[in-house]
Each structure stands twice: as structure tokens, then as C-alpha cells.
């Protein structure tokens, strides 16, 4: 398929797909789908179709090459390109990342003893990255000796990641151990390695074992239910391995002596439904965060030698307005991450007396969490900070005596000044009278008549919190004017684990009609106008784009859509795609008559309907592998078919990328200077 061009002055047509009706009955109901067909990957009319887009795409946005290149130069002046991270330290070594001007990609180094020793690079993504579209590192692990290491890359997108494991002494790397590849964790002999892979559906599922050069890969567990997917990792006191098989609702840990590879895994507690909980280890007790007796978690302890519910003793109850969502054990202290208010929190507990307090945070709005802490033995703890006027900050807090150092911040080149910008927190209010939390950040002196600019994000899924963070690139919308706002809405974590019961399942649709509240008030209060509005969101936030879309085009302007979810019905259905089953407990089964009968009013490409619909910019890429490229692709092409008005819709498809684009730094540049030339044309700030 080409894009077909007339004659000069007229804008091109764009691409149309063919159709191909593929009819499905389901509890009754007749469902026609044209455009199945764009899933045949190897189907040369689909590669041409998406290319054909992407000419069409281009074309339209030629007018916005020099200011995209204007915003590329913009958001890299900002960026130290050679830089250092803050290192760490593990078993005798410091470790760090650094970057060179003009590499794409980090490299990857430690220090013996002492950070004045002489630099040793383990890994160079660079060097990898040689002759490939696309790389990935992740799983990067070094046996407790020092001498290997053990990472994983991906050179699709795909999230398929090959093991490898290269001797730190010699520098030689083997051959391809295992493919498909998850969590990698060494025992305590430096020489077995614990490693999960994935099934067709891309569910890891098996647990291997492999002792370095020998030919066996023994299997350890076969996880056999679907829901359920495994990762294996070492606690921080290094004692135990821990085997974590988990859906989206359950949890069930096995552990294992790290001294004894071979011994005998034990149940820490056996699956229930309903039941999550989380391990650490330290001095004889397991550490467990649980919600047994309630959603937002509470804290138990249970022994080594017998850690059943049974045996279970309670450290810290479960509270209604705090959620527990994270803990840190080290050898004299414990530090866990809550939730309250909306806002992250930091807790640190001394063992011995049982004393707590919460870590100090210098602004009334921010996100704070744990960084790399390596070491149990240690009583700093090393903490990120940021919020939407302050850089990301590395900070290690004196566990015993108190008092925050900071590390490190995130330099910002150029003319930046964090007080010429202003940020606060507001409040819409939901249909059912429910108060979401709105977070803004725009440059002193916008006014409040309605006439700024305003980009509104939001994700709003598997209880997941968009935190409030600090992005150099964004100055480039604020300083030209917009405001920029995050919508706190059902269906996230930001208030605890009942913010995201409220918006899953058969609730899901508070989701979409939280944020379409949230535009309202921002209109409302003055901020914006429906003329000036773009929204934004990705993956799931992408079905949120879509949902609202559909529900609302008169109220915004644009639409940046990122690998959205936006076939819901469609993809639920099919149980060997990714994600499939195990997300049946976050969006339910079409397969069940009154799940279908739910999404069918909700499911963005199955309402879309002949109407005039906002611009829209719809991103994706052709190897991701958790939101497949032809679920964009199908809805743009019904799309075309139904949209009256002259607003754009433009498919932009990443040949060669993954769920979150390019891997490159570089490239990503390039993508994020494409969207904010999109947004400011349509916020009628460039022509």
C-alpha cells in the first residue's frame, strides 16, 4: 500500500486499509471485525499499510520539522551527555553507570575497594548495541566472588532477552545460555545460576537451574497455572532465594538457602485467593508484607523455621488511610515505603527498640523512592527524590543518627531556574462525588482566563501511582506556556488499594469518567479551554485516550495516544497473546457473558461511531510486545472510516522499537520532539 499524493495545494488522502470482515458470535451478539487482518505480521500488505501511514504522518507534519528540530536541540542542551551515576556498593566493589557524548547507550563499570581505583567496565550497551536496531540490557547480575556476571539483552523490542554470562576477569563471554529469558539470581557459590523463562504468551513460568559449565539446565518449578507468573531474586541479608509466583490478585513464595543450590525449596505460605504478600528476610524471621486482613497491607513476622499464617505475628496493623507498598531490610533498621494522602513516604524503623519515623520531604508535592541500597550490613539508606520543579536527587538518609546528604541531583543545562515555575495540587470532583486529586505545574505568570495551553496526563490501571516527576524535556512546553497537569484517577495507586478497586473490573469506567471530571474542573477553574486541551496517556492510559475519545470528543482539542490498549474486547478474548489470561482479575473475560456485556460499553474500538473526533496522534511500535502494533493500527483504520471533520489522525509506527520506543537516548529525543511539535500545533502556539 503507498500513500497516494495529489495534486500540489490539496493535502493528501490518507491510507485505507482494506477490509476483510471477520465475523465472530458471541453470547449473541454479532461482531464484525475488518480489519483482523492487520495482525498477520509477515502479511507484506501490513508492513505496507504501516508504512503508508507513516508517509501519510510525515506528510502532514512537514510543516513542524524545524520547530521538532528546534525541540530536539532545545531538550538535549539540557542534558549532561557525559555523566556519572551515583556509584554503589556491593561485595567489595563500587558500581556505577556512565554516558559519553554521542553514545546512544550507558556503560556499565566498578571499582575494586575504593572509588580511586582503577575503572573496570563490565558491560559496554554500546559495544552491544553494534549492528542492532534495537538494545535492551536487563537481569544484570555479579556472582558474590566478583568474578561473573550474569545479564540478559534484547535486540527486537520484543522483550526477549537471550542470557549470557561473562567472566569479569578474563573478559570472555559464552555462548547464548538460555533464551527467552526473565529474573536471574546466583546462589552463594558463585558458580549456579537461578534463571525464570517465558511460555508463548510470554508468561515466565519455568525456573531453571544451571551450574556454570556444565551442559545440564535442571528444572526447579513449573508454574502451571496461568494467572501466574514467576521472578526469582536474593534477599538484601543474602541468606535466602526467594521464588515469588504471583497473579494479579495472589502471591505464593517459596524459599531456598542461597549457600545450598540443590537443597529444598519451602513454602513461606500457600496461595489463596485475595491473598498478596511480600518477603524479606532478616535474623531468623521472615518479614512479611500482607493484606490478610485488609487491602492497604500490614506488616507480620513469621520464623525461618516455620514461617506458615499460623505462626504469623503482627508488627505494624493494617490502616485504612496508609498504604503499605514497600519495605527495605537492613541490619540494624527496616524502611517502608507508604502511601497516604496521595503522597509517598518514607518510614524507617530501628529493630532493636522498635522506634520509627518518617523521612523529612522538603516540598508539599514530590515523589520519593528507595534507590539502590546493596548492602544489609549498612545504616544509610539511599533514596530518589524529585518533584515537577525539582530535578531528580539522590539522597542517603543516616538510618541511626538521622539527616538527609544529598549525592547527587540531576544537572540541568542551560538557563533553568526552579523558581520561575510554580506547582500545586487540586481537586475535581467525580461523578459519584469522589475528590481526584489534580497535580500542575506551568511557569510564573500563566494567567487564569482560560486562554493557556494545557497538556492533561493520566494512566489510571493496576494500581499502578504516576509520580511526580521531574522532566527537563517538558521545560520546553512550560517555558512556551502550558500548563502542564496530572489526573490522580481510579484505577491507580495514588490513594491506596482501594483507589484501585475503584477503578478495575466492572468499576473500570470511573477511570474514564475521573479524568473527563478532571478536564471539567481544569476548564472550569480557568486553566484551559476545550480549544487549548490535549491529553496524553500510554498503554493502558492509551485505553484511557481512547475511552474518553469516544465519550467526550468535544472537550479537547488533541490526542496523544501511546501503544494504546484500545482492542479490549478482542484481545482479552485470545489467550495466547501476552498479558491475556493473568489480566482477567484487572479488566475481566469476555468470555464471561456479563464481563463482555461490561466492556462492550467501554472498549474504545468497538464504540467508535461515525462523529467528528478531536486531532489525534496515535504512536506505536511494530515489535511491542505487550500492546500489539495492530491494535493501534485497527483502530486508526476503523477510525478513518468514521471521522467526519477535517481534525488529523495520524498512525506513526516505530519499525523498530519496542512497548517504549526507540532504545536509544538519542532516538528517544527525536520521538518526544515529533509529540511536543504535535501538541503545540495543535494548542495554535506554532502554525
Not at 453470547?27 to 501519510?56: F, I, T
Not at 496461568?226 to 524459599?255: D, M, N, P, Q
Not at 543518627?401 to 544537572?411: A, H, P, Q, Y
Amino acid at each position: 500500500m503507498s500513500l497516494t499524493l495529489p495534486a500540489a495545494g490539496a493535502p493528501p488522502a490518507p491510507p485505507v486499509a482494506r477490509k476483510i470482515p471477520r465475523t465472530t458470535i458471541l453470547h449473541g451478539d454479532k461482531v464484525v471485525d475488518n480489519y483482523y487482518w492487520l495482525r498477520e505480521k509477515a502479511n507484506p500488505r501490513v508492513k505496507s499499510y504501516l508504512e503508508a501511514e507513516n508517509a501519510y504522518a510525515a506528510t502532514i507534519l512537514e510543516h513542524t520539522k524545524p520547530l521538532q528540530e528546534l525541540l530536539y536541540k532545545e531538550m538535549l542542551g539540557r542534558i549532561k551527555q557525559t555523566d556519572l551515576s551515583v556509584p554503589y556498593r556491593k561485595g567489595g566493589y563500587w558500581y556505577y553507570t556512565r554516558t559519553e557524548e554521542g553514545k546512544q547507550y550507558p556503560i556499565l563499570c566498578r571499582k575494586k575497594g575504593s572509588l580511586e581505583a582503577a575503572e573496570e567496565i563490565t558491560l559496554d550497551v554500546n559495544e552491544l548495541a553494534k549492528g542492532q536496531r534495537f538494545m535492551s540490557v536487563s537481569g544484570y547480575q555479579v556472582s558474590d566472588d566478583g568474578l561473573l556476571l550474569a545479564y540478559s539483552t534484547d535486540n527486537t523490542g520484543f522483550r526477549q532477552f537471550t542470557l549470557y554470562v561473562k567472566n569479569l576477569a578474563t573478559g570472555e563471554t559464552s555462548t547464548a545460555l538460555a533464551q527467552k529469558t526473565g529474573s536471574i539470581t546466583w546462589a552463594a557459590d558463585s558458580q549456579t545460576l537461578f534463571y525464570t523463562i517465558e511460555d508463548a504468551a510470554k508468561r515466565h513460568y519455568r525456573l531453571y537451574r544451571h551450574k556454570i559449565g556444565a551442559a545440564a539446565h535442571d528444572l526447579v518449578y513449573e508454574e502451571k497455572d496461568e494467572r501466574f507468573r514467576l521472578g526469582a531474586g536474593r534477599t538484601r541479608s543474602r541468606k535466602y532465594i526467594l521464588l515469588e509466583s504471583g497473579s494479579h490478585t495472589a502471591t505464593e513464595v517459596r524459599y531456598l538457602e542461597a549457600a545450598d543450590p540443590t537443597g529444598q525449596w519451602k513454602l513461606v505460605a500457600p496461595r489463596q485467593d485475595e491473598h498478596e504478600y511480600e518477603v524479606d528476610h532478616h535474623d531468623g524471621l521472615f518479614y512479611i508484607r500482607t493484606n490478610s486482613t485488609g487491602r492497604n497491607f500490614r506488616l507480620v513476622t513469621a520464623p525461618v523455621s516455620g514461617p506458615g499464617r499460623e505462626n504469623w505475628k503482627e508488627i505494624l496493623p493494617h490502616r485504612g488511610d496508609v498504604m503499605l507498598s514497600g519495605m527495605d531490610f537492613f541490619a540494624g533498621h527496616y524502611v517502608l515505603v507508604e502511601r497516604e494522602g496521595g503522597l509517598p513516604h518514607l518510614r524507617v524503623t530501628e529493630i532493636a527498640s522498635g522506634k520509627s519515623h518518617r523521612i523529612a520531604m522538603p516540598e508539599p508535592v514530590y515523589a520519593a523512592f528507595p534507590y539502590t541500597n546493596a548492602e544489609f550490613d549498612s545504616t544509610e539508606y539511599r533514596y530518589s527524590y524529585q518533584s515537577f520543579t525539582t530535578p531528580s536527587s539522590i539522597f542517603a538518609y543516616d538510618m541511626a543518627g538521622g539527616g538527609s546528604k544529598l549525592l547527587k541531583r540531576t544537572e540541568v543545562l542551560g538557563s533553568f531556574d526552579p523558581a520561575q515555575y510554580q506547582s500545586e495540587r487540586v481537586l475535581a470532583t467525580a461523578k459519584d462525588g469522589t475528590r481526584i486529586p489534580i497535580s500542575l505545574v506551568y511557569r510564573k505568570g500563566v494567567q487564569r482566563d482560560g486562554k493557556a495551553p494545557l497538556l492533561l496526563y493520566a494512566y489510571g490501571s493496576y494500581g499502578s501511582s504516576i509520580p511526580i516527576s521531574f522532566s527537563s524535556g517538558r521545560l520546553s512546553l512550560l517555558d512556551r506556556g502550558v500548563v502542564y497537569a496530572l489526573a490522580h484517577i481510579r484505577g491507580g495507586g495514588d490513594m491506596g488499594k482501594l483507589w484501585h478497586d475503584g477503578g478495575k473490573m466492572r468499576n473500570k469506567k470511573n477511570t474514564f469518567t475521573d479524568f473527563i471530571a478532571c478536564a471539567e474542573h481544569l476548564i472550569a477553574a480557568k486553566y484551559t479551554s476545550p480549544q487549548r486541551l490535549v491529553i496524553s496517556g500510554g498503554s493502558a492510559g492509551g485505553l484511557l485516550m481512547g475511552a474518553v475519545t469516544n465519550l467526550r470528543p468535544d472537550l479537547f482539542k488533541a490526542v496523544l495516544s501511546h501503544v494504546p490498549f484500545v482492542d479490549v474486547i478482542n484481545t482479552m478474548l485470545d489467550e495466547t497473546l501476552p498479558l491475556t489470561v493473568g489480566e482477567f482479575e484487572e479488566w475481566g473475560n469476555p468470555k464471561n457473558k456479563d464481563d463482555y456485556a461490561y466492556m462492550k460499553t467501554y472498549c474504545p474500538y468497538s464504540n467508535l461511531d461515525r462523529r467528528a473526533y478531536p486531532s489525534i496522534l496515535i504512536k506505536t511500535s511494530f515489535d511491542d510486545s505487550q500492546v500489539m502494533y495492530w491494535e493501534p493500527a485497527k483502530y486508526a483504520a476503523k477510525m478513518r472510516t468514521l471521522k467526519t471533520g477535517a481534525n488529523p489522525l495520524l498512525l506513526v509506527t516505530n519499525m523498530a522499537g519496542g512497548h517504549g520506543g526507540s532504545s536509544g537516548r538519542y532516538d528517544k529525543l527525536h520521538e518526544d520532539a515529533l509529540d511536543y511539535a504535535f501538541m503545540l500545533w495543535q494548542m495554535g502556539l506554532v502554525q
